[in-house]
């Protein structure tokens, strides 16, 4: 081999090339002499030591020998060194602690949705305690909205770079303290400045929460704890309503309808602390990432990426429509029964019958919605847009319709708007 053609020139890091000094080159090649033997005395070597030294790696767990693994190669068929990756019987594997870290973050994203609408279902009782309008009570939802989606991206950032658990951790004592804080308020501004912080402590634990269920999982396995996962939008929002609503009603004050959550939270700390599990990024495929350069390289890359960004604003929509579902829906329905019969109208009774039929519409519609992608998949390449179009167009007129006939018989309006948030919550 002539040692002068052998990498005379590597790439540097702003894509040119230089050339390498001659004490380089040899030791290259005297590399690729060690790697050329080395193979000979593997070829060389019996069936015999070969079985051999395979029944000790099966015991020991040692791979080093295993023939199965072959390090990656470059155009020019040099060898190059890589991080060892795992076999696909070993990435299918999970352990007990990494199941028990997926059911624990979607627990985690049950209780904050749960938490978002409690407050709605005990909306006219603070409307009342504090004389608010609705234009208010409806910026008790926004509030942790806003700072929700500004912070989002930014530990989203952070959680590529630094601990999850760290990041969850903070992010769950902060929703603890001031939804404790929002419970005890007395003045209206308190308790819309305690939902902002709300908000900015729950987008650190959303961020994060995802990307650990997608480095814990591969396959089919990370899209069914994925689905479990955003089920919990629709179901954690009925859920919300009703935990709001009875709490208040048994123990006598809108309060309580906000210690539930908090009281749960101090328990999501100790699981967070002491069971979940943080994998290394891209442990699930076997291999490792790396964070990219930079926050503004990463928001422009997905500026560019026409689907994401189409994806993004869909979703945006959908929740739009779900939240004003679960935060209006029942006072809207119980308005328009009031009109119809001409007297009070119980607002706890219309809730819980809505909310029960949201949660069970969202159990429903999130099972048909997983059922109809992995069906259709395979047949029609398009299925998964398409599902979704449909979905939401149909989902539109029904509720146009339930919201039009809501001044009449009350069972035709819940069965016209379930069958309106099960086509909706096809798309979660």
Known sequence: MDSTNVNEQVPVQNGSYQTQPEETQNSIVDSHQKTDSYKQ????????????????????GDSSLDSTKQKPSDDSGTPSISCPTKTSDEVKKMSTRQNATVIILCGFNLL????????AGILPEIQCAFGISDAQGGLLSAASFLPYMIFLPIFGCLGDRFSCRIIMGVGFTLWVVFNLAGSISETYLVLLTSRILVGIGESMFSTVSPTIISDVCKGDVRSKFLILYYSAVPVGSGLGFIVGAEMASHLGSWQWGLRVTPVVGVIALLLIFF???????????GSRLSSTSGFWDDLKYLGKNK????????????????????????????????????????????SLIVCTKAALAGI?????????????????????????????FLAG??????????TGPPIRTYVILFFAQWLLNVNW
């Open 41 to 60: 005395s593997l070829s060389s070597s019996s069936s015999t030591s070969f079985v051999a030294a395979s029944v000790f790696n099966v015991y020991t």
């Open 112 to 119: 904050k949705y749960i938490d978002r609408f409690t407050i």
């Open 275 to 285: 069971v979940v599990e943080e994998p290394l990024r891209g442990e699930a495929e």
């Open 307 to 350: 689907t994401y960004m189409f994806a993004t604003a869909g979703k945006t929509l959908t929740s739009f429509v779900a939240g004003a579902m679960a935060w209006w829906g029942p006072k809207f329905i119980a308005l328009g029964q009031a009109t119809t019969k001409g007297e009070d109208v119980s607002y706890d009774k219309v």
């Open 364 to 392: 429903i519609g999130v099972a048909t919605g997983s059922l109809l992608f992995q069906k259709l998949r395979k047949r029609y390449p398009i299925n998964d847009p398409t599902v979704c179009t449909l979905s939401m």
């Open 397 to 406: 007129l029904l509720f146009y319709w339930g919201c039009d006939v809501a």
